[in-house]
């Protein structure tokens, strides 16, 4: 990968926080932007660019789902009840039988049941070049799987070698990684114990404790460590509580699922008497250092009461749509201005702005209306001053996702602006794309159009990561090692 004092790059077009401005000269030192000028003329050493934006924060990933992804396709072979896996989630769940979240958790189960550190490795660094090519620079990857080889339970040892595993993939490729491990216990309300499949996400908390000490000790610019629940059913409340305290102690973020599924709010007021984001907010009292992942299933005084707070929800709307679990309240969450990120969850989709493109059609398909989340933006502005729909999201996201991740304090610089982390992806002009395509509609181009687009060169941190669509920490490593393992897996 070059690394060089200072660069400059040359970007025919650069999406600043303003908007669009073209002929910008971007320098970049010690892995921040020095200075970004637009209507410039190139110099003789630039690095030429046609199209450049800041790098998005993908705020919720699964790694090792990434080689699970086009496999659950087809109904599972079970029969009726096989599902449940234990009591957590609730009747809703075992009848009828038919084909949902839960039954693809199991063949999600089956699939970390078979992880090994060295497997999780080269899953991982597929899934982070797909990433980066996606228009992501960093990514958070919330983490269950603390099994030092397959077959095993989770324990201290595991959770240092998955994290070394995970943090080896995301240097080979230079995505920045945000490491979030997650306390797992019970496998439902009321500590029911967690069933056979989920022997490998289990950590005493003393353990998690420890492992999160220790992952601070591995930190660098491109690693930070961030803390975590895996949900209301799988730790207790006061388990929740201290480990939200470990992170604001710390300055760290907090993350947790919530509210994804119908039938985990059912389980939910069953064991509390109440919907879990109101025993979330009640208990555990979240604040901007939060990230709420999913939150698909608010009720109107659960979103109020929760956009109040300053913490960010994470959507995952590729996944969620995926997996049938419903879909987020967009607009009012977006009239409130309060925080929204984006994740690739179980990474059935790898890019940015195909996210994106999902997260407002989803809204339109339930609402029968278009441009909800522009709508939603200039409420009360009138219909003159509202942006175009990718362009809100766009900075929705921008933001929400650095503050999701710990990177975005009040006072830290986000995007192509002087002092920001130097995270720019940029694109190719193809022609059929951004023809006839300015300001007003250019990022319209890169999230509406038919096929999503790829990135042709990524930096992050001030480090090409990606130059002419390929991958230079890569070219050194075998790279027929994913296919090669995913055949031997599933066509065995
Ligand atoms: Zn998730």
């Not at 809703?92 to 979240?101: G, I, K, L, N």
């Not at 509406?448 to 090409?464: E, I, K, L, Y």
Request: hydrophobic share 45%.
């Amino acid at each position: 990968m070059k690394t060089s004092a200072t660069e400059t790059i040359f970007a025919a077009w650069a999406r600043l926080p303003g908007g669009w401005a073209r002929s910008v000269r971007l320098t970049v030192a010690a892995g921040r932007f020095a200075s970004v000028e637009p209507d410039q003329r190139p110099g003789p050493g630039d690095i030429r660019v046609d199209t450049a934006l800041p790098g998005l924060v993908n705020a919720h990933s699964h790694a090792f789902q990434r080689a699970l992804v086009a496999r659950s396709e087809a109904p599972a072979q079970a029969a009726p009840g096989e599902f449940a896996g234990g009591d957590d989630v609730g009747s809703a769940v075992r009848s009828p039988r038919v084909d949902s979240f839960w039954s693809w958790r199991e063949a999600m189960y089956d699939l970390a049941a078979r992880m090994s550190p060295d497997a999780l490795r080269v899953v991982a660094r597929q899934l982070y070049a797909e990433l980066l090519a996606g228009g992501y620079t960093s990514v958070v990857e919330f983490h269950y799987l603390f099994a030092a080889e397959p077959g095993e339970p989770g324990s201290r040892r595991g959770a240092r070698v998955m994290m070394e595993a995970v943090a080896q993939a995301a240097r080979d490729v230079g995505i920045r990684l945000i490491w979030v491990p997650v306390l797992y216990a019970y496998s439902g309300f009321g500590d029911a114990p967690p069933g056979p499949g989920q022997r490998p996400f289990v950590l005493a908390e003393d353990d998690y404790v420890a492992h999160l000490e220790e992952a601070m000790e591995l930190e660098g610019a491109l690693c930070r460590v961030g803390a975590g629940v895996h949900s209301l059913r799988a730790a207790s409340m006061d388990m929740t509580q201290r480990v939200a305290a470990w992170a604001r102690g710390k300055g760290r973020p907090m993350h947790i699922h919530i509210a994804e599924q119908p039938a985990e709010i059912e389980a939910c007021l069953k064991a509390t008497g109440q919907r879990p984001v109101s025993f979330l907010l009640a208990e555990a009292r979240p604040d901007a250092s939060w990230c709420l992942v999913h939150a698909t299933h608010m009720d109107a005084s659960e979103r109020d009461m929760l956009a109040a707070t300053g913490a960010a929800v994470c959507v995952c709307p590729t996944t969620e749509a995926n997996l049938g679990d419903g879909l987020f309240g967009l607009a009012p969450w977006l009239a409130a201005r309060a925080p929204l990120a984006i994740g690739s969850d179980s990474q059935v989709g790898t890019n940015a702005y195909d996210e994106l493109r999902w997260l407002e059609y989803g809204q339109r398909l339930a609402s029968g209306t278009r441009n909800v989340a522009s709508h939603a933006e200039g409420q009360g502005r009138g219909a003159a001053r509202c942006r175009p729909t990718a362009d809100v999201l766009f900075d929705a996201v921008l933001r929400g996702g650095h503050r999701a991740a710990g990177l975005g304090g009040e006072t830290e610089r986000i995007g192509l602006v002087a002092g920001a982390a130097a995270d720019l992806v940029a694109f190719r002009d193809e022609a059929a794309r951004f023809a006839g395509h300015a300001d007003a509609s250019r990022l319209s181009a890169l999230v509406f159009s038919a096929t999503p687009p790829r990135a042709d060169r990524v930096m992050t941190a001030g480090r090409w990561v990606l130059a002419e669509g390929a991958c230079p920490g890569l070219a050194a490593l075998r790279l027929s090692e994913f296919g090669s393992m995913m055949d031997s897996w599933f066509q065995a």
